[in-house]
């Protein structure tokens, strides 16, 4: 019984110093997270426009095709709430800042809060590799291994030697080239309607205010503040919710009018054919060069 006792303690033992050597590891791999962060800090001058928001401004807006010293600081399910943090966080880092994009989705006003939602571990990359003060350093947020499957899947990376950074050098997100599209990528509509569709109020009221509060910090640092809504694929816009949809052209036109910022709807835009889709809702590489074109011809022809 002693030995066994003995064997159970020291294999508790190793585990404990493994766990904690791949939590050390995995901290310093560079994530899109990590390496954004970094090259704000080192480069934040230069920037004068700040691509904010989440996948859909991430894998949809080339900054180096929107004009000189643009940045995309999208991440993956990025909230309105988040989207302030971060620019309160990096404003210090960015003086020259003249312009901030911050997109509208279908799912902006209905989306749970980041810590409450199925997506809370992302919250992890926020806290421990773009520093961010929202959480206390004694968190479950402050802890790679809380997201096992990330940090076992780091780990394995590591092993073999596969690159971890899933942006390129100006912040844009990689993997949703036109070639890595699925053949079937059509007959995922409506399962990604269903899961963008929201039959509870969703949290309006608080993503209503930190859009205002957002306008209100750029305002009080003479930043222009402009929304824009990436196009979705023709029949997104035939399955989706009406009431849903509805209620985000209220909400939004509501703001843009009361705050006289500029807004570019291009949701249901036609000339944004298949070949600019990864799926139903994101845009493929063709597709953010697109985009990213339009909208540039927008922001500078006044």
Known sequence: M??????????????????????????HMTSSYSFKDEWLRQ????????????????????????GDSVFNLANISQSPE????????????????????????????????????????????????MHLPVHSDFSIYNLKLADY???????????????????????????FELDSRLPAWKKQLEQRVSDLTQNNPGRPSEAVAALHSI???????DIECIFITTPVYSGFAEAMDTDQYNEMMHLTDSIVMSERIRYYDFFT??????????????????????????????????
């Open 215 to 221: 306008i209100d910090l750029c305002k009080e640092h």
């Open 149 to 175: 499957n990330s940090y076992f899947g780091r780990l394995r990376g590591l092993v073999k030697k596969q690159e971890s950074n899933r942006c390129d050098s100006l912040g844009f997100g990689l993997g």
């Open 43 to 66: 480069n934040g001058a230069k920037v004068n426009t700040l691509i904010l928001g989440s996948s859909h401004t991430y894998y949809g807006l080339k900054p180096e095709l929107l």
């Open 269 to 302: 835009d036609s000339s944004f054919t298949d070949s600019d889709f990864h799926d139903v809702d994101h845009l493929s590489d063709v597709g953010a060069v697109h985009l990213s074109e339009k909208l540039r011809y927008l922001l500078y022809s006044r």
């Open 82 to 129: 988040y989207d302030l943090y971060l620019l309160e966080h990096y404003l210090p880092c960015c003086p020259n800042l003249k312009k901030v994009i911050l997109p509208i989705s279908y799912f902006t006003y209905r989306d749970a809060e980041l810590e409450e939602s199925d997506a809370w571990t992302l919250c992890i990359n926020y806290k421990v590799d």
């Open 2 to 27: 002693d030995r066994f006792l003995k064997k159970t303690a020291v294999f508790a033992i190793i585990t404990i110093i493994l766990l904690v050597a791949g939590e050390f590891a995995v901290r």
